[in-house]
């Protein structure tokens, strides 16, 4: 089991250098096969009636971005990412491909959770001002607003990827959640907080933010998955495609004290407790990838899920498999050929986990 990045009390860390690619002994070790096992396979043939990027096209965003060249990404493999800011290490690109996979992968999540944009039991006529931690795209800031109108919505990241035309209660701010949280105490009404796996340093140290942040009777809410595939009839296979996603990023977590083990480790629920926060729930939902389960709704969610991070498939493997692996950037799109091949099979029942978790501060 991997062990939390930090302890409750654990003070937040420096600024991790670049790391180094694992070892190849380090890598069997953690049971990760080398780029040689992919190249060496059979490419599976593209089918260009089921093309990923041709089934999006009807659906692609018009959102506008913030981006100016007043700031500077950085580049990996020729993907840019977040500028320099704090303790922020961010393994997602930032640019216009993974905006749009962000935005269908927000339209999932409320499939998912049945056209709900949170689960914890807010009062409307208590909420006055709300943060949205990690708001990537902004979709949920934007839509929590149209639901709110008389609460104040502010959306931080470490990337000025969010549209400029937005409801009048919503702003968006450049912020790093690993920091101190600049906000006043007791002055916020509701916190959410959605996909920030191998994204934070100290899971303790953001609760305690969140806690200090929060009015008397405020409610945080953590949405957070695994990144390990499962099967109910055991067609996911040890070596397979979807079974090295999981070790990748979680190894990849390991090495950047960032963990995607949130949900194995029980971060969510624990950090909320030693926090001080109380009514404390949680919902864990099995997410289909692809269209194979039974169950028609199931179906429809576990195509969302496909369709998003298809869309950008080398953009959320671009990142770890070159920090973590030592890939190029040839081998790792011969892996992603692998695994969307695996993803379109129906005869592969592949699952993750997803928790959705809420507590309360209390008055």
């Known amino acids: 089991m991997v062990t939390s990045p930090k302890s409750p009390k654990g003070e937040a860390a420096a600024p991790a250098p670049a790391p180094a690619p694992l070892s190849a002994d380090a890598q069997n070790a953690a049971g990760i096969l080398p780029a040689s096992h992919w190249t060496a396979q059979p490419l599976p043939e593209e089918n260009p009636g089921n093309d990923t990027d041709s089934t999006y096209g009807s659906i692609t965003s018009s959102t506008a971005s913030l981006a100016s060249s007043i700031y500077e990404y950085r580049t ?3 993907r840019t990412y977040h500028g320099q800011m704090g303790n922020a290490e961010s393994w997602e690109p930032n640019d216009a491909r993974h905006v749009e996979s ?9 499939l998912q959770t049945d056209g709900k944009l949170y ?9 006055q001002k709300v ?10 800031s934007i839509d929590f607003a149209d639901e709110f109108p008389n609460a104040e919505v502010i959306g931080t990241d470490v990337s000025p990827i969010q549209p400029t035309w937005v409801p009048p209660n919503v702003k968006f701010e450049l912020d790093d959640c690993n920091q101190e949280w600049t906000w006043g105490e007791n002055t916020v009404d509701f916190v959410n907080m959605r996909f920030l796996n191998g ?5 303790y140290a953001l609760f305690r933010n969140a806690y200090r942040v929060c009015k008397p009777g405020a409610w945080v809410e953590s949405s957070a998955t695994s990144t390990k595939f499962l099967s109910p009839d055991g067609t996911v296979k040890d070596g397979s495609a979807m079974d090295q ?19 194995e480790e029980d971060l969510q629920r624990k950090g909320m407790e030693a926090a001080g926060f109380v009514d404390i729930q949680y919902k864990d939902i099995q997410v289909p990838l692809g269209i194979w389960h039974p169950d028609k709704k ?17 953009g959320y493997i671009n990142y770890f498999w070159h920090a973590v692996l030592g890939w190029t950037p040839e081998e790792a799109k011969v892996f992603a050929r692998h695994i ?10 592949g699952y993750f986990m997803m928790r959705v978790a809420w507590g309360r501060k209390p008055e």
Request: glycine share 10%; charged share 25%; aromatic share 10%.
């Open 76 to 78: 990996v493999q020729g």
């Open 102 to 110: 962000m935005e269908i992968l927000h339209h999932a999540l409320v």
């Open 119 to 127: 689960l914890a039991p807010l009062d409307k006529k208590k909420v």
């Open 131 to 140: 943060l949205d931690i990690a708001t990537g795209s902004g979709l949920w």
């Open 199 to 203: 994204v934070v340093d100290d899971w």
């Open 245 to 263: 996603w999981g070790k990748v990023f979680q190894e990849g977590g390991k090495k950047l004290g960032r963990t995607f083990a949130v949900y």
């Open 298 to 314: 199931a179906a429809e969610i576990g195509l969302w899920w496909k369709l998003a991070i298809e869309s950008d498939i080398e």
């Open 340 to 349: 969307k091949r695996e993803w379109n099979d129906p005869n592969l029942h």
